[in-house]
């Protein structure tokens, strides 16, 4: 199909992404204004004085909720592929999927007895 060197291809490659990458650095730097110093009473971006604090306290709770529903989100990913192969996976498909889902099962029973899904329970 083409007589290239699969070598010199990548090297070509390679060129061009950080000629595009050093580009793009040098075109923000030049119209970013980096290394310039601002005053902290000055309007950002809309216009406005700032006014108050922007430090905002979450509770413990929240972070909880996130994590649990990440390993929760992910589990549902996991055994949505376990069921696209369950009749090819067998006995021991069925014995790994029942395992997973009972040592979910375990950790989503102490989150309760915890009180991880309780509002108010770990307040910072």
């Given amino acids: 199909m083409s007589d290239f060197n699969p070598g010199i291809m990548i090297g070509v ?4 992404v950080l000629a595009v990458i050093a580009s793009i650095l040098f075109i ?3 119209l ?3 290394g310039r110093r601002f005053d902290k009473e000055q309007p ?4 406005l004085l700032p ?8 509770s413990i709770s929240y972070y909880l909720i996130a994590v649990a ?3 929760f989100e992910l589990e549902a990913a996991i055994l949505f592929a376990w069921g696209v192969d369950y009749w ?3 006995i021991p498909g069925v014995i790994a999927g029942v395992t997973f889902l009972v040592i979910l099962l375990l950790g989503f029973i ?15």
């Fill in 32 to 34: 970013g204004g980096f």
């Fill in 44 to 47: 950002f971006e809309c216009g």
């Fill in 51 to 58: 006014s108050g604090t922007t430090k905002h306290n979450f």
């Fill in 110 to 124: 102490y989150m309760i007895r915890k009180g991880v899904f309780q509002i108010g329970v770990y307040e910072s």
């Fill in 69 to 71: 529903f990440l390993i």
């Fill in 88 to 90: 090819q996976l067998g």
């Fill in 28 to 30: 923000s730097k030049s």
């Fill in 13 to 16: 490659f390679s060129l061009l």
